[in-house]
């Protein structure tokens, strides 16, 4: 059973361009939940999601950034018209819709640098 | 806002040695859980801790929790240099989102 997976890992991009994150969960988790994280500190939580439905969004910045999750496909993290201040590690997390789901499983990450 | 805060905030040891690091929430818990973290990796679940329970082990690890004062500790026995890394205590999770504390950096020496 692969974990989640994320890509890119690594992304670079200008300032004023569009950041694509993706997100597949762990095969039977309909529960994604994305975080981020600067350099030194500890994950902030910025959105929740279950298939087609955003839960809890609570920790999205408020212009720029959204985040989907398709019946079909991985969940997407989209950035857009970055700034430098974008730049972190984004890191998914999935969990499954059973008992047990406590415990999130992270993927790697995806490193965003905004030149 | 911040909810776990873990201290201390860097640790340096000798293998063999024990660790211990602590966390301290604001609110009241379902349950509260540990992450490992490596260097430019993702987490790691180590071990969740409900608020029912006031000891949990696993293997070389033993977490504490204490609901009354709202803390939470992890000892890793016999540390080897394998264990360096950020350990992070979380709480929430489910349909709730974890909150993280900033973590500690453990460093064992070989």
């Known amino acids: 059973n692969a974990g989640v997976m994320q890509n890119p890992r690594h992304l670079v991009r200008r300032r004023g361009q569009e950041a694509r994150l993706r997100c597949s969960p762990m095969k039977g988790h309909s529960h994604v939940y994305w975080y981020r994280q600067l350099p030194e500190e500890g994950l902030k939580f910025m959105v929740y999601l279950q298939k087609e439905n955003i839960i809890d969004e609570s920790g999205m910045p408020k212009e720029r950034f959204s985040a989907e999750f398709p019946k079909e496909g991985p969940s997407i993290l989209r950035i857009q018209q970055v700034v430098r201040g974008d730049s972190a590690a984004y890191f998914c997390?999935?969990?499954?819709?059973?008992?047990?789901?406590?415990?999130?499983?992270f993927g790697p990450g995806t490193r965003l640098l905004v030149l | 806002s911040q909810q776990g805060e873990e201290d201390p905030q860097a640790l340096s040891i000798q293998e063999g040695e024990n660790a211990t690091m602590n966390c301290s929430y604001k609110t009241s818990i379902n349950n509260l859980q540990w992450y490992r973290q490596n260097s430019g990796r993702g987490l790691v679940h180590l071990i969740l801790?409900?608020?029912?329970?006031r000891e949990k082990h696993s293997g070389r690890l033993r977490v504490t929790l204490d609901t009354s004062k709202k803390s939470s500790s992890l000892l890793i026995t016999a540390s080897r240099a394998a264990d360096t890394a950020s350990y992070f205590c979380a709480t929430g999770g489910g349909s709730e989102k974890l909150v993280f504390g900033k973590g500690t950096k453990l460093t064992v020496n070989p």
């Open positions: 997390a999935s969990s499954p819709n059973s008992r047990g789901r406590e415990t999130q499983y």
């Open positions: 801790i409900r608020s029912n329970e």
